[in-house]
């Protein structure tokens, strides 16, 4: 069964040129946008509305959880989990993990029948209970947690893990 490929627009130098301003700074108005790369306000407008349209870019606040860990939000942790699938339940664990909304990223490894999710919880509480979901998921061979206790590098813009509605979800109350 052929996948079908999604139909995009080309893009060329000045849509790509106006994503990456866009990416370093979503707040940069139309206008400052247009006096940087000489060209009129109206033109930044469309291309940013075709770009939107075809799904090819999304301007939406990204929440740093270093930045609005240490500020003293509500607190979020991030934890890595590894998971070893039993041959042939790849899939099966794969939608088990997808199903949990601590979960924000799911990715094949390069071993085979692994996958890397990258979790966010309120609390140790929360972290300890994930990853006793994730014991419970059918088809687990081996599993491993890591809780990020320090952040060395983090780019919310190139991996962007967090948005805003995460702040506002009702937090689980920890003594960590």
Do not use: W
């Amino acid at each position: 069964m052929a996948t079908e490929t999604p139909e995009y627009p080309a893009t060329d130098q000045l849509d790509r040129a106006i994503a990456i301003m866009l990416a370093e700074d979503a707040r940069l108005s139309f206008r400052k946008i247009a006096v940087d790369l000489g060209v009129t306000e109206g033109t930044v407008r469309g291309r940013v509305k075709r770009l939107q349209g075809a799904g090819l870019l999304k301007l939406t606040p990204i929440v740093d959880i270093v930045r609005a860990r240490d500020s003293g939000s509500n607190g979020q942790h991030m934890m890595f989990v590894t998971v070893k699938c039993a041959s042939g339940m790849l899939e099966q664990v794969r939608d088990g993990l997808l199903g949990m909304p601590e979960v924000r990223a799911l990715y094949d490894a390069n071993a085979a029948l692994r996958l890397i999710a990258v979790c966010i919880v309120p609390s140790l509480d929360a972290a300890a209970e994930v990853t006793n979901q994730v014991f419970a998921l059918a088809g687990i061979r081996e599993a491993e947690t890591e809780l990020v206790l320090h952040t060395v590098k983090y780019n919310a813009t190139i991996a962007p893990i967090a948005a805003l509605e995460d702040l506002a979800r009702p937090q689980a109350v920890s003594d960590d």
